[in-house]
């Protein structure tokens, strides 16, 4: 019963936290292009109309798949939110192998956006479904390098050995300052952060949507309550990027019974979401050639030499 | 019903049909996500697939071209949904309407195939994006 209440504790408070964010993304869009911008519970708004509407199945897709594969990636965006607010709260608990979970588990809204294209049965959808598999490859590697970091860091601690576990690496940051602080740190941070942009598919990053030539692309075909799941998916994606930044490179939520934490987290938080959104509109949308030139040539020798300054010490 | 519009009259999302306009109707509807107008203050955000949209602004006299694609368009938004007739040419077909191309103002060929389609009537030549965003606000109200 504890695990299915911490469960939808998470998965529920992401959802408002990330609400928030995006409309603190789309606030700061507005500020940035001189506009005023949408109302604080628009984000609402959208998803309550979203979920009031008619769903549309076209005669070709493959009705099942197409509207199941949009709760899949809900779900597992969901389990990756409780997995990562358990190891902020509860730092000594949690199992070994906490960062891998995560990081597949965070792989399966994208391959259920995928499945859901391509049962669509829109050519439109097609390519952007093929243009996610390309993004999916390519960010795939430096990200999970640039998670190695932290782990090959706190491995070369006697008193903590090599783990996985991310309540570990909350811990370790406490003694040993955060990750970002070292060299290989800060490498491996600007990689992730990267990478976590291509994640969230936002500019200039965003080429399976790309709303000026595929029209919307992998989420073309979904209308109503469906294409809701996929905003509400995109919701918590957006509010766990950022707590997985933070577990990972700024230390986390030091301790979950001080106020003072909460603060300097909700600050970790905030700054990493503005970042993301100042990156996602000051940059043109780049093409899929250049997304994995870019992630394969560019960012992958980054966080090979941030692994081995980590091996190395620094 | 009233909980149902609720989220609606909040978020209309549009989708720009253009039916055979003059381009003048178009860039008077572009104005409209410009900073002077912002209507994003309002909810309203232009997207890309008629499956997105709850407003359809349609532009333009409907010529015998383009009136199947009207009507393809509007078979695929979901439903509840309001549309726009932008435009004098939108409305009644203008200085067109004894023109060869021109098949039928945009609100027979809604209504014949729903009749109880929710039409606003925006007319001008173009119209100002004052005149869309009350446009607006009035067919919001009546839902």
């Known amino acids: 019963m504890e695990v299915i209440g911490i469960f939808l504790t998470a998965s529920l408070g992401t959802l408002l936290v990330g609400m928030f964010s995006s409309w603190v993304d789309r606030k700061v869009t507005a500020r940035v292009q001189y506009r005023v911008g949408p109302p604080l519970f628009q984000p609402l708004y959208d998803v309550a109309k979203l979920l009031c509407k008619e769903t549309l199945i076209s005669e070709r897709a493959r009705g099942r798949g197409f509207l199941m594969a949009p709760v899949v990636g809900f779900a597992a965006a969901a389990v990756a939110a409780a997995i990562l607010w358990y190891a902020n709260l509860v730092p000594s608990r949690g199992f070994v192998g906490d960062l891998i979970v995560v990081i597949y588990v965070l792989t399966i809204p994208a391959i259920a956006g995928i499945y859901g294209a391509l049962a669509s049965g829109s050519p439109h959808a097609a390519v952007g479904a093929s243009r996610e598999m390309k993004l999916l490859l390519a960010y795939e590697l430096p990200l999970v390098m640039s998670a190695l970091v932290p782990v090959i860091q706190i491995s070369r601690d006697p008193d903590f050995g090599a783990t996985f576990s991310l309540g570990a690496l909350v811990l370790f940051q406490q003694q040993a300052g955060w990750t970002l602080a070292s060299a290989s740190g800060a490498l491996a941070a600007v990689v992730a952060l990267v990478c976590l942009q291509a994640k969230l598919t936002l500019v200039p990053f965003d080429v399976p949507e790309a709303e000026t030539e595929l029209m919307g692309g992998s989420v073309l075909e979904y209308s109503g309550p469906s294409l809701a799941m996929i905003r509400l998916t995109r919701t918590l994606l957006l509010a766990i990027a950022p707590v997985y930044f933070a577990t990972l490179f700024l230390g986390g939520l030091a301790d979950a019974a001080s106020g003072w934490a909460w603060l300097a987290f909700a600050g970790k938080y905030v700054a990493v979401i503005v970042l993301v959104t100042l990156i996602r509109n000051t940059n043109p949308r780049l093409r899929i050639d250049q997304t994995m030139r870019l992630f394969w040539f560019g960012l992958a020798p980054v966080a090979a030499l941030a692994l081995v300054l980590a091996a190395l010490g620094y | ?143």
């Not at chain 2, 309203?44 to 499956?51: F, N, W």
């Not at chain 2, 359809?56 to 979901?78: D, H, K, N, S």
Request: with cysteine; glycine share 6%.
């Open chain 2, 1 to 143: 019903m009233s909980w149902r519009t609720w989220g609606l009259k909040r978020s209309p999302w549009v989708y720009h049909v253009n039916v055979g306009a003059c381009n003048n109707c178009d860039i008077e509807v572009l104005e409209l996500l410009t900073p002077r107008y912002d209507v994003e203050r309002f909810g309203i955000v232009l997207v890309g697939s008629p499956r997105h949209a709850d407003a359809l602004l349609v532009t333009g006299i409907c010529t015998r071209q383009a009136e199947a694609r009207l009507r393809a368009v509007y078979e695929q938004t979901p439903k509840p949904c309001v549309v726009f007739c932008i435009g004098v040419c939108a409305c009644t077909g203008g200085i067109f309407r004894h023109a060869y191309h021109f098949s039928r103002p945009v609100d027979q060929v809604i209504r014949e195939m729903d009749p109880k389609a929710i039409i606003a009537y925006v007319p001008g030549c173009p119209p100002k994006p004052e005149a869309m965003i009350l446009g607006a606000v009035k067919a919001l109200a009546t839902l």
